[in-house]
Nanobody, 122 residues
Framework: QVLLVESGVGLVRPGDSLRLSCSAS?????MGWFRHAPGTEREFVAR????????DYADAVKDRFTISRDNAKDTWYLQMNNLKPEDTAVYYC??????????????????WGQGTQVTVSS
């Protein structure tokens, strides 16, 4: 069984920054972040590839969030800047083991983290 472990502080003020991390117990080739806000469907946030560092972002977070990875540690991060109340959600890291690319669809991923509550409030 592959385990993804998330970490990060979840309560911040609007305009603050927060960094989430996720570590995998095995090598993964596609890495991403999703979020699930109350009353909504789980949505894609960002993704990155192990091979070439290709990144992709949802429009709602583009230019504010940055996804990065440390391949040697099988770890990836979500740097969240200029946080807004609408960013409040449970954030999940996700990964696909195989070399085939996983995109924006949640069902394209094999493994999921436990979820981290991020609350942006004054």
């Amino acid at each position: 069984q592959v385990l993804l472990v998330e970490s990060g502080v979840g309560l911040v003020r609007p305009g603050d920054s927060l960094r989430l991390s996720c570590s995998a117990s095995t090598r993964v080739y596609s890495m991403g972040w999703f979020r699930h806000a109350p009353g909504t469907e789980r949505e894609f946030v960002a993704r990155i590839r192990w091979t070439n560092g290709y990144t992709d972002y949802a429009d709602a977070v583009k230019d504010r969030f940055t996804i990065s990875r440390d391949n040697a540690k099988d770890t990836w991060y979500l740097q969240m800047n200029n946080l807004k109340p609408e960013d409040t959600a449970v954030y999940y890291c996700a990964a696909k083991h195989g070399l085939g690319q996983a995109g924006r669809g949640q069902y394209e991923y094999d493994y999921w983290g436990q979820g981290t509550q991020v609350t942006v409030s004054s």
